[in-house]
């Protein structure tokens, strides 16, 4: 079985910043690529960031040069820093991984439980 925990959501004053940590445990044999995704209230979901096996990245143009998402492929778990946060930054955050269990070579999605991050004006 695998999880998927977020943490280091909060509440922030614009301009600050904040490092969401997302941990990939249980039967885990392989993770290719991990995401952020966030959703602000009555909106849809959104895809933040992603990041390959190899660190290839790519983020959304609302956060490009403001957050940063990385890889400790060898703790499994994925990171985003935010920097220069905004108040439209307000969302729940969801950490997502495409990961293959021992025994297996199919990768599934896997979703964390979402992490609140607040933005003050």
């Known amino acids: 079985q695998v999880q998927l925990v977020e943490s280091g959501g909060g509440l922030v004053q614009a301009g600050g910043s904040l490092r969401l940590s997302c941990a990939a445990s249980?039967?885990?044999?392989?993770?290719?690529?991990m995401r952020w995704s966030r959703q602000a209230p009555g909106k849809q979901r959104e895809l933040v960031a992603a990041?390959?096996?190899?660190?290839?990245?790519n983020y959304a143009d609302s956060v490009k040069g403001r957050f940063t998402i990385s890889r400790d492929n060898a703790k499994n778990t994925v990171y985003l820093q935010m920097n220069s946060l905004k108040p439209e930054d307000t969302a729940v955050y969801y950490c997502?991984?495409?990961?293959?269990?021992?025994?297996?070579?199919?990768?599934?999605?896997?979703w964390g439980q979402g992490t609140q991050v607040t933005v003050s004006s």
């Open positions: 997502n991984a495409e990961i293959a269990s021992y025994g297996s070579r199919r990768y599934f999605h896997y």
């Open positions: 990041a390959t096996s190899d660190e290839r990245t």
């Open positions: 249980g039967s885990i044999s392989s993770i290719n690529v």
